[in-house]
């Protein structure tokens, strides 16, 4: 029997063990039996020259009689949809009209591009080796083996309480915001964030500003969901917002550290942000992606605990906190916006699910994910260093300032390669050899894109950054 | 010490336990922690009046001398931020200016209403008392205890391979699919899975077929998304796409069971609609919110394995075969359009959760998904028939027509009650009894819809279910 031939045989059979009759309809079950097999075959579910499962193992699988089985068959290898060999048993009919229709299998498309591999310097992403697995498992299991009852309907489309006091308490202590914890928004991610805040408080078409070089994925939801982004270059010290144009909707932010270059938006600058989404009304949305890995210094207080008339709505992640297959960010909601937002999330539904939102909960709660952040920071900021140290050989490749905080590195082109290479053209020669390399244009969408390389280092040992790092300046130089 | 004091010191305290000073850098470690506690005072997270932990304490948890904390306390307490009172310990000074803005704690916002209680009837719920917890919270303890290494950066945006495989094998068996394991998309639920179908092959602003009565968080979908959705009434059968106007971009059905009504697409109009597909070049979607909950003959074979074109995407969620809060659906994406599909899910990022699918991936090779499918099928069947019977008792009342599968009964208002009241009323008359009723009008956007009720049985055991529909009879006896 051909592999084929046992996969059919096997889909049958599930079908057939799958099948309800009903002992209480009419018609009999005999003919019940056979409509069914009689519909498999038409449907093409049961192919031509397929042998039937032993009538007596069909009918213990279904709580029948074998005389019912045997009745049935009877009945269609009378109608000529069955065909029976002596000792070799019952098989579906091999002289049926090609009922499958021009393609037996429906075609199943173009096999897609593996995902690129895991490489240093792929930014944004959080050393694994060094999560709690153990722990985190133990967690899950405890809360799902005896769950809390309110776990299993569809929830509270804003998240599951604990958690939110569990991120309301972190904020307090880690980012000077204080919100109450129904201000809390559990999401699947940023993503999702962006849109609820768009949905509930920015109206269609509207321009809504965006920093360049920037988030991209940012620009693309916006573009989806028929807003027009206003990008608008920033300087060495973020935005400067009285450089944007009149009439925006919002603004989208990152003032703890730019994305990607690291800057970080001076106290003026974010007096002078509230003030001005104090005069026209329009929101700000502060990313905070990565605020708690801050290395050297006094971490600046978010935007939003400046906040005091309800302006800023502030985003956070889990996955660069903890691992970015969790899908789990949240939002805090300025009061005032908290029923529209709130309307917003009950209309889509929320996509976040409930699976890891009690175990997370119990890790903050009990100290487990700030002991983790710290040991993280120490990590990551040994590993920034470690990065500095070898990238600052080579001054004329690439420009490398002392960044107090995050999980990557944004080093602008050196004198050697300005205006000789594109950073776009580095990036392409890094894949071709095993390093993953972000081109700092490719941020931007505004001409005349600053030129550099956006090195992520947190998710790489020392060993691996070595290398990496030394394959990098021997590309550099070989193009320069 | 009040309890508001306590949370202050609390709160403080972590802060200045998480602090980073840096041995390397400079100004000197007594200077970074100066202006680290000027900063929290300054920024009003360190209230007035509020008392540091000794200087002791401090050092050990920073791994600093007491000396350096010493120094960098007698300096502030030289600026006037802080005050130390003999015996009692150093204080944040309290007549400092109110640094904190107009409001001290922002608007914390309105408390909003609690979700709706988990009363009877309402729809769409499966019975969580019958879930196998213990299984379930092994299989996540499993899955994360020693986590596969794929499973721990960003992943396949198009879900975790082994639980997209075991998708196809299933509905193979239960739905007649057959589908490739990489057409297989997971989703974190039907809207998202709505979304990535209109972004990557439905035009903005185009026309798409929505039944009438329908689902209406998909009518969001399209609005929210910029179509433009074009409700059609269906009849007895569902939908006949004979009715619907002409330039439809797609068309998004439910063929197993009108949802709500649970009418079943006839195979003439399947084919009819398979065929305006080809002519037109729309794709189809195929919503099959619980087709596996099939109690009386033969479950019918799925639109999409009809289809030999690739015109339909179908639907499925796990939802209510398995718990709301998992939040994971999926989809079949037909071969053609899944290059296009796959740069949508990968330029948006998927928002389905890892946590819950190594596990899932699990719970359906085994065969343990099956039978719990197999075991809910038998009890959901019993609970519709416990349902039908006492329902039958009042014809007038309510019209009831068996109904060979589903979770939930549609049932017209009877004789008695048409004309005299509408179903609106009538749930609004539910509530205020505890009884969570769903009017069938509700699920209309066209003029003159059916008026009805929308009866969950599928959670609730037959004492729940003869407790509910007996006090329903009562409500609609009195409205007569």
Known sequence: MSSSDKKHRANLQSHLFALTLDRQARPALHLQLAQALRGLILSGTATPGARLPASRTLAAELSISRMTVQTAFDQLLAEGYLTARRGAGTFVASDLPDLSGPAATPDPGPKLPAPPPFQPFRPGVPDMAAFPHRLWSRLLERAWARPDPALLGEGDPLGWPPLRAAIAAHLQAWRGIACHPRQVVVTSGAVEAFELVLDSCVPPAAGVLIEDPGYDPLRRVLTRTGRRPVPCRIDGDGLDISTAPDGLAAAIVTPSRHYPTGATLPLARRLALLDWANRTGAPVIEDDYDGEFRYRGQPLPALASLDR????????????????????????????????????????????????????????????????????????????????????????????????????????????????????????????????????????????????????????????????????????????
Request: charged share 15%.
């Open 309 to 480: 008339t309800g302006q800023v709505f502030y985003l956070g992640s889990f996955s660069k906190l903890l691992s970015p297959g969790l899908r789990l960010g949240y939002l805090v909601v300025p009061g005032r916006h908290l029923p529209a937002l709130a309307a917003q999330m009950a209309a889509r539904g929320s996509s976040a699910s409930l699976t890891p939102q009690p175990a997370l909960a119990a890790f903050m709660q009990d100290g487990a994910f700030a002991s983790h952040l710290r040991r993280m920071r120490r990590l990551y900021g040994r590993r920034q260093q470690h990065l500095l140290a070898i990238l600052r050989r080579a001054p004329d490749l690439l420009q490398v300032s002392e960044d107090p905080g995050g999980m990557h590195l944004t080093c602008p082109l050196g004198p050697a390669l300005v205006g000789r290479v594109q950073d776009t053209e580095i990036a392409q020669a890094g894949t071709d050899h095993g390093l993953h390399l972000r081109a700092l244009s490719a941020y931007s969408v505004l001409p005349d894109p600053p030129q550099g390389l956006v090195l992520g280092f947190a998710a790489y040992d020392e060993a691996a950054l070595t290398a990496a790092a030394t394959r990098l300046l021997t590309i550099l130089h070989a193009l320069r």
